[in-house]
């Protein structure tokens, strides 16, 4: 086990920077989840700790060590990759053991630590079978083992789950959110699925376009996002962006007009520097967020486009006239029908507000 | 018959008719013929004079041997050659891969009389390149076309150069096929790359290379060019006929089309007992 941190890391090919002076401390035993669209540098950072891409700048620390020119094998890391790489010839036992049967390792203690993973991961009926004849959530348990094996100070997930189907999916989320407290091994996950990263993270890290946008908790990145991206990012359905523009501002207020829903009006507390009267700002609200009538700070009237009717919760996918889309939460209607008009109410203490470029006004 | 089965066979019946006429009925024909002494006119039953011929005639066993002399060291030789220079191919620091592929991959396009006078010249007694290298590290001058070892050999490096490349090629696409993760996963599990070669590239090559053996086997089974063209018609004294020469000889030299027939059947069904050995030797263990 074992803490770990990158100081100023940054990553080139040739011009083109995929990472970008990325700081990051991860505690011993944490589990981090680094999340992002694709293309956003979140499975070559994931690598850069791996060892299987050199960095162009910057320290990386694994425990006590940096770890810059050492070789991938050597920094008591183990990875679980996306298409499980397990080697196609050989069964079950012998991918687990291929590592440590090739290193020498004592015959003994090679079949001790196989024995735990089995233990572990329940796959005794999967030991003489190969990689083709397994399914695909047996695979990753397997990719998984081969890990366990090494006893790692670190275990690194690129993507791990992204090829299983939507029920197993949550089913190994599980299992592996379970292999995290009973191994207490500092964990990184890379996947480009929020949903993944809010259920088992214990702390997130957002990236786009290699830049690190924010760190936090789950819930510290659902409820106080650093911008309008993290906001977007974050939650399921996304967030509600609604144009606005300031019409007025007094000392700890901000009035706004929204342009786009009827030129309503409300008035939000902000505590930071207030924009200028006139300036374009982005309202977000979450579908969650939104109220029924007269019950909040401002109401919307809108049309039902789609109503999803989910038994626990509906959203309603509404449109209104100038063509901005709203997803609206309701949990005790399951009556709204398309082309349905309806008004609901904002509630004030969760909209957050986001200027011209897209940072978080508070 | 159904209307749109009648009109899919109606197409299909200029290549079916093409198909029976210049590949079934020359396999029924030539298997028929075996059986004939067709030295007589007309052609008589007498399956004693070809495929009792073979069990006795030490021209056959020559031919026989000298093709499987050639068989069991060129084909290993060649295959492994061509592994090295497909993983060699494959490497990320070799630059200008597609200037090497196209190198690799040209002898197979070169016309066989050219490349057979090429080789001719260059391994010639007196001006040949090769024994000029020879003399000039201090070996003795070899006389490749009238030693029968140094003809055989000649023969097996001509082959080797010729199809190495392309069996290269062949490999170098299994090669490619290999997950680039499964290597990352060898490299973590602090397996060397001699290692990661035996343990993981080579067993994942199997089924090519296996694919290989058995194109080469059938290959040499019929090799005629070479020493029709490069040992002068199995020269020196028959040391480099092969089955395929023999064939050609017993057919259109000496006009015994039973006897021929009966050679390139032995020919045909020794490919196939080998091929399936070494399909066997190479089979996936379940």
Known sequence: ??????????????????????????????????????????????????????????????????????????????????????????????????????????????????????????????????????????????????AIVREPRVFLFDEPLSNLDAELRVQMRVEISRLHKELGTTMIYVTHDQTEAMTLANKIVVLRGGNIEQIGAPLDLYDNPANQFVAGFVGSPKMNFMSAEVVGVETGNVTLMLSNQGNVRLTLPLKDTPPAVGDKVTLGVRPEHFTNADGGIANLTVKVDVAEHLGNTSYIYANVASGEQLIIEREESRHDKTRDTLTVAIKSSHALLFDSAGNRLQ | MHLRYRAAYGFLAPYLLIFAVFWIWPIISSFIMSFQNTRVNPWVFNPGATWGRLFIDPAFYNALKNTMIILVI?????????????????????????????????????????????????????????????????????????????????????????????????????????????????????????????????????????????????????????????????????????????????????????????????????????????????????
């Open chain 1, 1 to 146: 086990m074992a803490e770990l941190s990158l100081k100023n890391v940054s990553k080139s090919f040739g011009s083109y920077e995929i990472i970008r002076n990325a700081c990051l401390d991860i505690a011993d035993g944490e589990f981090v989840v680094f999340v992002g669209p694709s293309g956003c540098g979140k499975s070559t950072l994931l690598r850069m700790i791996a060892g299987l891409e050199h960095i162009t700048h910057g320290e990386i620390r694994i425990g006590d060590e940096v770890v810059n020119d050492v070789e991938p094998a050597d920094r008591g890391i183990a990875m679980v990759f996306q298409s499980y790489a397990l080697y196609p010839h050989m069964t079950v036992e012998e991918n687990l053991s291929f590592g440590l049967r090739m290193t020498g390792n004592p015959k003994a203690d090679t079949e001790r630590r196989v024995q735990r993973v089995v233990d572990i991961l329940q796959i005794r009926e999967l030991m003489k079978r190969r990689p083709k004849q397994l399914s695909g959530g047996q695979r990753q348990r397997v990719a998984i083992g081969r």
């Open chain 2, 74 to 286: 060129q084909v290993p030789v060649m295959i492994t050659l061509a592994t090295i220079m497909a993983v060699l191919l494959n490497s990320p620091l070799l630059k200008a891969k597609g200037l090497f592929r196209f190198a690799f991959f040209a002898p197979v396009v070169v016309g066989e009389v050219a490349y057979a006078a090429v080789f001719r010249l260059m391994f010639n007694l007196d001006f040949g390149i090769i024994n000029k290298l020879l003399l000039s590290i201090g070996i003795p001058a070899v006389s490749w076309f009238s030693e029968t070892p140094a003809a055989m050999s000649l023969l097996i490096i001509a082959v080797t150069w010729r199809w190495a490349g392309y069996n290269a090629i062949i490999i170098l696409s299994g090669l490619q096929s290999i997950p680039e993760d499964v290597y990352e996963a060898a490299t973590l599990d602090r397996v060397s790359k001699v290692k990661q070669f035996i343990h993981i590239t080579l067993p994942l090559l199997k089924p090519i290379i296996v694919f290989c053996v058995v194109l080469s086997i059938i290959g040499s089974m019929q090799l005629f060019i070479e020493p029709m063209l490069i040992t002068n018609r199995g020269g020196p004294g028959g040391g480099t006929e092969t089955l395929g020469l023999f064939l050609y000889r017993q057919g259109f030299a000496s006009s015994n089309f039973g006897y021929a027939s009966s050679i390139a059947y032995t020919m045909a069904v020794l490919a196939i007992l080998i091929s399936l050995l070494n399909m066997w030797i190479g089979r996936e263990a379940k």
